[in-house]
């Protein structure tokens, strides 16, 4: 029962946070002179409007998916993995290499080039475990900072010894990666590629693996309570390298898709300026860690995004009230985060007091 309960909260929780998130919109767009139902009704058909629009905001909440997983397998051990921009980023470098020098068919370079970036993403979140299990430096600021070094080291790989010499040199780029490497796109003339597929099938395995495996059970427990799991012999090192590596290689695998399935190159601070990772963070944060939970805000938050284009091309309305949107839906889940906290510290107190 209390299984169930908790993955009703999941999934409705991100539908709430994006309803208080639209009322604090709908204040903005009064501000500006602007008419609600008219720039709501935009901002839906920006991104559910027709066929062509509803697969772009899906192509586009799948790397989104794919590292909001990653960061909700990481909190949902207890461990704060915030570098899945830098994990996204190697990932998305290491495809794009794979893809350009590896020899063979197109379908097998495709996967190793996905590989490629899954261990790539994976390797580069180890190293922040290590430096926890090695040197006792805390994987929020390790993570954090690795989100640069990766940033500017792919930068200089693409600006320098790999950087695209044709006509479009003046970007810090790749060459284009040969048709067939790409990952195949799910209908023709679309942007939805074979990825979504992919990162659908991510969360369900993720929802699977932590909730009816022994190791996904101890996950939960380390995650919850990590006296209770060091007393049950769950291994908090063993545990947090096995969720690091998992963790790291989501992202990767974002990154992979994301240059396998749309921009058929690498291209320096396209995933930063898109801020995938920091979305796929926020749709964890709304879904409390929530596998499926995550998708579904994913969704949501990719539907924001798309649809404040639209709404900006067909009203007097400006791109910034999506931004408010989702600085509220930040608010939100600070909120929820800083009462969660107290309420534990209570409690603790309460505990300590009774005889």
């Known amino acids: 029962m209390n299984r169930v309960k908790d993955s009703l909260r999941g999934l409705v929780q991100p539908l709430l946070a994006v309803l208080i998130g639209l009322l604090a919109g709908a204040l903005a767009i009064l501000l500006v002179g602007g008419s609600v139902i008219e720039t709501y009704a935009e901002m839906w058909k920006g991104a559910f409007g027709n066929f062509y629009f509803f697969t772009n905001t899906l192509a586009r909440s799948t790397p989104i998916i794919l590292a909001g997983l990653g960061v909700a397998l990481a909190f949902r051990a207890g461990f704060f993995n915030m570098g899945a921009e830098g994990q996204m980023i190697l990932g998305g470098l290491s495809a794009a290499l794979t893809a350009l020098y590896v020899p063979g068919p197109g379908w097998l370079v495709c996967i190793a080039a996905v590989a490629a970036g899954m261990i790539a993403g994976g390797l580069y979140s180890l190293l922040a475990g290590w430096l926890d299990a090695r040197f006792g430096m805390h994987l929020l600021i390790t993570t954090l900072l690795l989100n640069y070094i990766a940033l500017w080291f792919s930068g200089y790989m693409v600006a320098y010894p790999f950087k695209d010499q044709t006509g479009s040199a003046a970007m810090a780029q790749t060459p284009m990666l040969e048709q067939a490497t790409w990952l195949p796109k799910l209908f023709q003339g679309m942007g939805l590629h074979a990825g979504f597929v992919i990162a659908i099938v991510a969360a369900l ?78 749709a964890t944060l709304l879904a409390r860690s929530h596998p499926l939970g995550t998708a579904i805000a994913a969704i949501l938050l990719a539907a924001l995004q798309t649809g404040s284009m639209g709404m900006e091309r067909n009203t007097d309305v400006p791109l910034e009230v999506g931004s408010v949107i989702q600085a509220v839906l930040t608010l939100f889940v600070s909120a929820q985060i800083g009462y969660a906290f107290l309420k534990r510290r209570k409690e603790k107190k309460s505990n300590g007091t009774t005889v």
Do not use: C, H, K
């Open 205 to 282: 395995l993720v929802y699977w693996f932590t909730q009816r495996t022994v190791i996904g059970y101890e996950i939960r427990m380390l995650g919850s309570n990590p006296s209770f799991a060091a007393y049950g012999g769950v291994r908090r090192i063993r545990m947090m390298i096995l969720t690091m590596i998992v963790s790291g290689g989501l992202a990767g695998l974002a990154g992979a898709g994301e240059v396998l399935g749309t921009q058929y190159r690498f291209i320096d601070g396209s995933f930063s300026s898109a801020s995938y990772a920091w979305s796929g963070i926020m």
